[in-house]
């Protein structure tokens, strides 16, 4: 009986544990389009650094990392373009319409 009521405890405990909402909830701070675009461009590059290492290191045949490679190039090229073009003032070009798939 004893060991039946202690599972029940430590269950009910869980189970409110897991559901119970903080007192207060804050968010984090607001990210705008350029923030998002510059994170995502450290990111690539440094999936570049990565992919570079271990083409470098043998893991990789040259057929996968130059097919790799373009597609990584290609993202950091369409990024750099839509930074460049937030930062002008300018409207986006077609080659970022058309990664967001928009109509053009």
């Not at 290492?53 to 490679?69: S, T």
């Not at 930074?83 to 070009?93: D, F, Y």
């Amino acid at each position: 009986m004893i060991p039946l009521l202690c599972a029940l405890l430590i269950f009910a405990a869980a189970i409110l544990y897991v559901f119970s909402v903080p007192g207060q909830l804050t968010s984090g701070p607001e990210k705008t389009r350029a923030t998002f675009l510059r994170e995502r461009k450290e990111a690539v590059y440094e999936n570049l650094r990565d992919l570079n290492f271990e083409f470098k290191a043998g893991k990789l045949p040259e057929k996968d990392y130059q097919a790799m490679k373009g597609s990584l190039e290609e993202e950091a090229a369409a990024i750099l373009s839509e930074i460049a073009s937030l930062e002008s003032g300018a409207p986006p070009t077609k080659a970022i319409l058309r990664k967001k798939g928009q109509k053009i």
